[in-house]
């Protein structure tokens, strides 16, 4: 019997403000990790808030069973993300799920605490062990001001736009477009890949 209950999830598909399925769906691990700004940021990217989704699959009218975890880097933060990482591992999540990664949100300008910071590589170790990846975002003092609908969004072909570094609402800050960019990539590979075995599943089945 598996002893760990379900995770939180939705049982309906995943309000969607884009009017585009997203690619891959953020999950907070606790309130205020985040998810909203960077969904804000990148526009294949969808907010599912702190369920995840539930009602999956590859066909049209399911919702992208890619899903990144994001955490803030306070202790409570990390011990929730290291929570939801166990939970993936021992089958709590809906069936199908694909953990692409996890990313941990800076909470202050400051250092990390001693024990956050092990706690934080600990999760991490795991998380590469399963095949995914973690990502790290610093403090971003311009977000500070910035509410989400004034946050410009980082295409994957952005690399041939503009960049305007003074100006947070012209372009997410470098830190932001790196981490964008890094998740895509693994992202579109992951989705590749299991759109593969979809197919050769439905050819031989």
Same mark, same amino acid.
């Not at 700004?37 to 526009?43: D, G, H, I, K, V």
């Not at 199908?96 to 250092?111: E, H, M």
């Not at 590589?121 to 989400?148: F, K, S, T, Y």
């Given at each position: 019997?598996?002893?760990?209950?379900?995770?939180?999830?939705?049982?309906?598909?995943?309000?969607? =403000?884009? &009017?585009?399925?997203?690619?891959?769906?953020?999950? &907070?691990?606790?309130? &205020?990790?985040?998810?909203?700004?960077?969904?804000?940021?990148?526009?294949?990217?969808?907010?599912?808030?702190?369920?995840?989704?539930?009602? @999956?699959?590859?066909?049209?009218?399911?919702?992208?069973?890619?899903?990144?975890?994001?955490?803030?880097?306070?202790?409570?933060?990390?011990?929730?993300?290291?929570?939801?990482?166990?939970?993936?591992?021992?089958?709590?999540?809906?069936?199908?799920?694909?953990?692409?990664?996890?990313?941990?949100?800076?909470?202050?300008?400051?250092?990390?605490?001693?024990?956050?910071?092990?706690?934080?590589?600990?999760?991490?170790?795991?998380?590469?062990?399963?095949?995914?990846?973690?990502?790290?975002?610093?403090? @971003?003092?311009?977000?500070?001001?910035?509410?989400?609908?004034?946050?410009?969004?980082?295409?994957?072909?952005?690399? %041939?736009?503009?960049?305007?570094?003074?100006?947070?609402?012209? %372009?997410?800050? =470098?830190?932001?477009?790196?981490?964008?960019?890094?998740?895509?990539?693994?992202?579109?590979?992951?989705?590749?890949?299991?759109?593969? =075995?979809?197919?050769?599943?439905?050819? %031989?089945?």
């Amino acid at each position: 019997m598996n002893a760990w209950p379900p995770v939180p999830m939705w049982h309906r598909a995943v309000p969607n =403000q884009s &009017g585009r399925p997203p690619l891959l769906w953020l999950v &907070g691990v606790h309130g &205020g990790a985040g998810t909203t700004s960077l969904a804000a940021s990148m526009s294949w990217a969808g907010d599912a808030g702190r369920r995840w989704p539930g009602r @999956i699959g590859l066909v049209r009218d399911m919702d992208s069973p890619l899903v990144v975890l994001v955490a803030r880097t306070h202790m409570s933060g990390v011990a929730a993300l290291e929570h939801a990482v166990l939970a993936h591992e021992n089958d709590a999540t809906p069936a199908g799920s694909q953990l692409v990664g996890v990313v941990t949100v800076a909470d202050s300008a400051r250092p990390l605490p001693t024990a956050v910071a092990r706690r934080r590589e600990a999760v991490e170790a795991r998380v590469l062990d399963m095949g995914a990846e973690p990502w790290r975002l610093p403090w @971003i003092e311009q977000w500070r001001e910035l509410e989400p609908h004034r946050l410009p969004v980082w295409e994957p072909d952005a690399v %041939t736009r503009p960049v305007d570094e003074g100006d947070a609402t012209r %372009t997410p800050p =470098q830190p932001v477009r790196q981490v964008a960019e890094q998740i895509f990539l693994a992202a579109r590979a992951v989705g590749m890949r299991l759109t593969d =075995q979809h197919t050769v599943h439905r050819n %031989t089945g």
